[in-house]
């Protein structure tokens, strides 16, 4: 097994393990990806992609939701949710070769997904590529209480990709 490809299958998995418990401290997941990295190659580019995928999260969901009609994130299964956000970031985020990461996330799908999740995945990434620069709609506002006393609105960005303040990247 290639190192990338190692690297991912670690993703995948620290990604997986962070879904369904949220209380797991980064110290963990760096623990986790340094014991089962083959190589300081391996443990760092896993460690990219993991911190690039939760700190473009919310980002990545909103192109996955847009492409993937009639389901929600919560009906995806936790494997395929997970393979999806990882392609997703390599697709928007990285110099990968579309191609590559495509392949990546089928093989990912079939490792640790159900018999249709890699038709799946690879429907819904190769969604995300053909409408990867088509403006993401405006977030839905939540009810949530207004307090009495006017807030002032943050001003916009002045790059359209910042980096967020990340505290998963340390």
Known sequence: ?????????????MLYQIDLNPDISINEIREMIEEH??????RTFAWEL??????????????????????TL???AVTDRNILRLGSYELLHTDTPTPVV?????????????ANSSQFVNGIL???VQRKDEPLPPPQPQAI????????????????KPRMNNPWAT
């Open 102 to 114: 495509i392949d990546e996330a089928v093989e990912l799908a079939r490792e640790f997904g159900s």
């Open 145 to 160: 209480e207004v307090p009495t006393e006017e807030v002032p609105s943050p001003e916009p960005p002045s790059n359209p």
């Open 74 to 76: 919560k009906r995806m």
């Open 50 to 71: 993991f911190t690039g995928v939760m700190e473009y999260k919310q980002q990545l969901d909103e192109h996955i939701i847009r492409v993937a009609e009639n389901w």
């Open 37 to 42: 990295g083959r190589n300081k190659t391996t």
């Open 126 to 128: 190769d969604k995300v």
């Open 1 to 13: 097994m290639s190192l990338r490809k190692q690297a991912r299958f670690l993703v995948v998995q």
